[in-house]
């Protein structure tokens, strides 16, 4: 099951959706930029960090941030460590995605 991500076009304000992999922890969802800071949708939520979700037959509006690995480092290796036991790759920019409304934890939550 992949997650579809729904930014806000930084230049445009265009809605931008993307389909990415995806962890759960604590309530929340986590996406790894491969490319870091110079994935346009990682510049979309840091002009603008609502951003919308369609996760199976869920949707919900939520709010998403960069974790800074320098003062996170215990939440983005958690995540790292995460994604590579469900995917075998965690290498990039953690992404936390924090729903409006608590959805049902998952399975993969620790």
Do not use: C
């Amino acid at each position: 099951m992949f997650l579809y991500l729904m930014t806000t076009g930084r230049r445009t304000g265009l809605p931008r959706e993307i389909e990415i992999w995806f962890t759960e922890r604590g309530g929340n969802y986590y996406v790894i930029a491969e490319h870091r800071e110079r994935a346009h949708w990682v510049q979309n939520i840091q002009a603008q960090p609502h951003v919308h979700v369609r996760l199976g037959d869920r949707q919900f509006d939520a709010t998403a941030r960069v974790v800074d690995d320098e003062r996170e480092p215990e939440l983005a290796a958690a995540v790292k460590a995460l994604s590579e036991a469900k995917y075998g790759w965690s290498d990039g920019l953690v992404v936390e995605i924090t729903p409006e409304t608590r959805q049902p934890v998952g399975r993969d939550d620790i």
